[in-house]
Nanobody, 127 residues
Framework: QVQLVESGGGLVQAGGSLRLSCAAS????????MGWFRQAPGKEREFVGR????????YYADSVKGRCTISRDNLKNTVYLQMNSLKTEDTAVYYC????????????????????WGQGTQVTVSS
């Protein structure tokens, strides 16, 4: 079965950096765009960013644009989220997800556009 496993979360001071990883198995990883989402306590899960299957395009939420970079290594079946200049409002559980369609390169920010989800990794940013 499909498994997505996030790692790399933790506690960091405001202004710091973290790199999250998401290792995928059980699916032809290189065919799918991958997304990152986050969910803060008491809030809905929200889109953070997305990378197309061939790394040709990336999309970011306005809240993280300029501070986050998504990349992927299709040989390692892994997608990354590099987060810099972290703010306290970035505190959330971060999830990766695989797109529901192969080779789709457009933007997709809604949760329903993704089929498989990881269990999440906690990111806590202290002031």
């Amino acid at each position: 079965q499909v498994q997505l496993v996030e790692s790399g979360g933790g506690l960091v001071q405001a202004g710091g950096s973290l790199r999250l990883s998401c290792a995928a198995s059980g699916l032809p990883f290189s065919r799918y765009a991958m997304g990152w989402f986050r969910q803060a306590p008491g809030k809905e899960r929200e889109f953070v960013g997305r990378i197309t299957w061939n790394s040709g395009r990336t999309y970011y939420a306005d809240s993280v644009k300029g501070r986050c970079t998504i990349s992927r290594d299709n040989l390692k079946n892994t997608v990354y989220l590099q987060m810099n200049s972290l703010k306290t409002e970035d505190t959330a559980v971060y999830y990766c997800a695989s797109d529901r369609s192969v080779y789709y390169v457009g933007p997709r920010t809604d949760l329903s556009g993704y089929d498989n989800w990881g269990q999440g990794t906690q990111v806590t940013v202290s002031s």
